[in-house]
C-alpha cells in the first residue's frame, strides 16, 4: 500500500519560514520523481516544485522562484519543501506526488501516479 505522509504545515507570519516533509512508504523511493503541489480555495491544484529520483536535478515554478528549495534525502524515503520569504498569496494546502518521469517545465497533476492527503499552510499579512 502506497502511502505519502505531508507534514510541517501551519500558520506563519509573512516573511516567514517552513519546511514541509513528505514521507513515503510502500513504493521504491529512488524509483520516483517527487513533486509538491499546492490548491488554494476556490483555485485549481498548482504545480510547486519536482526532483528527479536523485535528487540531481530540480525545477520549481516561476512563482516560488528563489523562495522555495525542493530536496529529497533518498535514505529517509523523504522530500522536503523548504519555504522561505512566504507571503499571504502562497496559502494553500501543499501536496506531494510521486512520479515517473522528470522534465524542466511546469507539471500536470495528471503526471502524478500517488498523492499525500496534503498539509495546510496559512501565511497571514
Known amino acids: 500500500q502506497v502511502q505519502l505522509v505531508e507534514s510541517g504545515g501551519g500558520l506563519v507570519q509573512a516573511g516567514g519560514s517552513l519546511r514541509l516533509s513528505c514521507a513515503a512508504s510502500g513504493i521504491t523511493f529512488s524509483s520516483y520523481v517527487m513533486g509538491w503541489f499546492r490548491q488554494a480555495p476556490g483555485k485549481e491544484r498548482e504545480f510547486v516544485a519536482v526532483i528527479s529520483w536523485s535528487g540531481g536535478r530540480t525545477y520549481v515554478a516561476d512563482s516560488v522562484k528563489g523562495r522555495f528549495t525542493i530536496s529529497r534525502d533518498n535514505a529517509k524515503n523523504t522530500v522536503y519543501l523548504q519555504m522561505n520569504s512566504l507571503k499571504p498569496e502562497d496559502t494553500a494546502v501543499y501536496y506531494c506526488?510521486?512520479?515517473?518521469?522528470?522534465?524542466?517545465?511546469?507539471?500536470?497533476?495528471?503526471?502524478?501516479?500517488?498523492w499525500g492527503q496534503g498539509t495546510q499552510v496559512t501565511v497571514s499579512s
Open positions: 506526488a510521486a512520479g515517473t518521469k522528470y522534465h524542466s517545465g511546469s507539471y500536470y497533476p495528471h503526471e502524478y501516479a500517488y
